[in-house]
Each structure stands twice: as structure tokens, then as C-alpha cells.
């Protein structure tokens, strides 16, 4: 089983293959970083895994949670907020396996907030995510 966050970038990656949401550690365009915040490419998505809540032993059931940060370029905040518009749609209509886990659901638990400006004046966003995922049997919890 896979860290959420890394789940996530690869349903953004995937859904990428129909309509470009960004690249996986691009250096231009928009970069899709997990755990990371690079400061270039100046257009990114970074995905943290938050914690979660206790996972359900009887139920074979995990529920990871997720934040998302979007960054914009200088001036930037109609595209950033379009790109969060389009991430969050995403990953809350998927419902399916990734990686080997299946997931019920991912939902959105705030709405996208609009954090300001970093030091360079580039517009920051976030949105955070939980989910509910299938443990494999085999799972010693």
C-alpha cells in the first residue's frame, strides 16, 4: 500500500493522459511533487500526506487524509485557482484502485483556500482531502 499522497499524484498523472493537469517533478510547465515544494517550476502542485484518522481493523478500512498545495505563477492567481478547480474535481470524483488499493471515496474537506503570496509574490493555494481505502487481508492491523 502506497502513501496517499503518492496515490493522489498518480490519479492527477492519470487523469494527465486525457487532460494535461502537469508533469511528475517537471522543471517547466506545471510540476506534480510529493512531499516537496520546489521553487522552480514556479506553477506546481504539491501533495503531503496529513495523518489520517485510525484505521478500521474490523472493516479492513484506512482513512488517510492529504493536503494539497498549488502554486502560481507571479500574478497568477486566476490560472492557480483554475488548476485547484480542476485538481480538486479530480480527486474527489475518483472511486476505484490505483497502485493496488481500491478506494471508495475521496472527499474534499475544505473548500480551496487562498493562502496569499509567497516572498516572490506567487499565489499559494490548498485544499485538503480524505479518504476511504481497502486494507489488503494480509494487513497485521
Known amino acids: 500500500m502506497q502513501d496517499f499522497a503518492v496515490d493522489a499524484k498518480d490519479i492527477l498523472l492519470a487523469a494527465s493522459l486525457t487532460d494535461p493537469i502537469g508533469q511528475y517533478a517537471a522543471t517547466s510547465g506545471w510540476g506534480i ?20 484518522f485510525p484505521p478500521s481493523p474490523q472493516l479492513y478500512e484506512d482513512y ?23 485538481v480538486r474535481d479530480v480527486l ?10 481500491n478506494y471508495s471515496g475521496i472527499w474534499a474537506m475544505t473548500d480551496i483556500t487562498d493562502l496569499g503570496q509567497d516572498e516572490s509574490g506567487r499565489p499559494l493555494l490548498t485544499c485538503n482531502f480524505r479518504a476511504i481505502r481497502g486494507l489488503p487481508i494480509s494487513d497485521p492491523r
Do not use: H, W
Not at 33 to 52: A, E, M, N
Open 33 to 52: 511533487f510529493v512531499s516537496q515544494y520546489p521553487d522552480k517550476p514556479s506553477t506546481c502542485i504539491s501533495l503531503r500526506s496529513t495523518g489520517g
Open 64 to 86: 488517510p487524509t492529504c493536503q494539497v498545495r498549488i502554486r502560481g505563477a507571479k500574478n497568477g492567481f486566476d490560472e492557480a485557482y483554475a488548476k485547484a478547480l480542476v
Open 92 to 101: 474527489r470524483s475518483f472511486r476505484g484502485e490505483i497502485n493496488g488499493t
